[in-house]
């Protein structure tokens, strides 16, 4: 049984906004959102700077369904969290319980305008007609009714963010993990992305 | 002897009382989702131009997942790198 997750690589993000961009597109999201955010720590310092891509996390016991008052939250069977927009109110609880930041609100109205709540879908709608308008219209594009992982790991370019079926995708990072070695041996192009040739084997413990 | 076999059951109870184990997470309950209901993802036709990935047949969950999982793999460029 598949459960959709997100996991990024945080040696391998270059803080591109790749993901951004391509969530934005894909989706067309809404001014004053941003279903996915780029975040970075110790900026600039040489070895030390880490960056992240971060969106909903698809919690298996999102706090957001707990605290909605209208309870406009369901979870999809392959373990999406996902909400319906006609009976969202606005109120923001689910942006103070969300540990991630991950809803948002648009606010290009007059006066502060707190709309309906928006979020990652994981490229997979929400309570419409699969692939219909309404259901691009509303929320964006459902990439999984059409046999589609989301945009934004399909589209990074380093595959630091992968997304998919949790167990497959930490198969992968897991075969990343040991190919790449640890300790300081861990950092420089070839030990990140390989030696770029076809049967090739990464360098023996050493930098690249 | 009745009373010694008793004692000792209760004491065997008590005794593996102590294996017993806690549940250590919180059990999600549903919730009242009150809003329209949705389909699945794997209840739509495929699309006829598939790019990546194997096809599903309508209302197949499995043949959808392993579709999605060999589309995932597709993000493992070690595949392609190290095993050509």
Redesign the interface.
Known sequence: ??RMKFLCDAERCIECNGCVTACKQENEVPWGVNRRRVVTINDGVAGAEKSISVACMHC??APC??VCP?????????GVV???K??CIGCGYCFYACPFGAPQFPQAGAFGLRGKMDKCTFC????????SEAERVKYGR?R??????PAC??M?ST?AL????GD??AD?YR??VL?RGKGSEVWGWGTAY?????????PAGGKS | MRRVTLGAAVFAALFLAGCGEEQQ??V?K????????????W??D??AN?LR?S??AKGD?GS??S???Q????????I?????
């Open positions: 049984m598949a298996s016991d369904m707990a209208v309870d406009c939250f369901y979870k999809t069977e392959d996902l909400h319906d006609d009976l997979a709608g929400g309570p419409e007609a699969d692939r459902n999984l009714a059409e046999g589609k992982l790991a399909e990074c595959k992968l997304g998919g079926d497959v995708i992968i075969e990343r190919r390989g030696p770029g040739k076809s049967g090739a084997q990464p | 997470v919180t999600y549903q919730g009242k989702y009150q809003g329209k209901p949705d389909t699945q993802s209840s739509n495929p699309p598939q990935g096809t599903w969950r959808w997942e579709a999605i999982n589309r995932t793999m597709g993000q493992n460029e070690d392609r790198i190290y095993k050509q």
